[in-house]
């Protein structure tokens, strides 16, 4: 089992920029691929980026490439979405997820674990 808490969500105007934050505790923390995704209202949720497990690869969605930023600490058992020039269709709530497996990363059905998720609200 593996609990993910994210954090780092709020309000911010376009242009501006969020760190997002997830921990997570349970089981050995670099087995699992980690992913980010977001979910706007009325719309399914859409994968944004992921990292391997030893943080060597990133992959992002098109729509945040050259914008965002994943990382992750294996250390202090954590993965971060850094977000940079930020636009109003960023706005959703943004979920950290693990897998392990090799099933496609940019699936939500790829991915065992999940957390609550945090709001991300950008202004124009």
């Known amino acids: 089992q593996v609990q993910l808490v994210e954090s780092g969500g709020g309000l911010v105007q376009a242009g501006g920029s969020l760190r997002l934050s997830c921990a997570a505790s349970g089981r050995i923390f670099a087995n699992f691929f980690m992913g980010w995704f977001r979910q706007a209202p009325g719309k399914e949720r859409e994968y944004v980026s992921a990292i391997s497990g030893s943080g060597r690869d990133t992959y992002y969605a098109d729509s945040v490439k050259g914008r965002f930023t994943i990382s992750r600490d294996n250390v202090k058992n954590t993965v971060h979405l850094q977000m940079n020039s930020l636009k109003p269709e960023d706005t959703a709530v943004y979920y950290c997820?693990?897998?392990?497996?090799?099933?496609?990363?940019?699936?939500?059905?790829?991915?065992?674990?999940w957390g609550q998720g945090t709001q991300v609200t950008v202004s124009s």
């Open positions: 997820a693990a897998r392990s497996n090799f099933l496609p990363y940019d699936r939500p059905a790829s991915y065992n674990y």
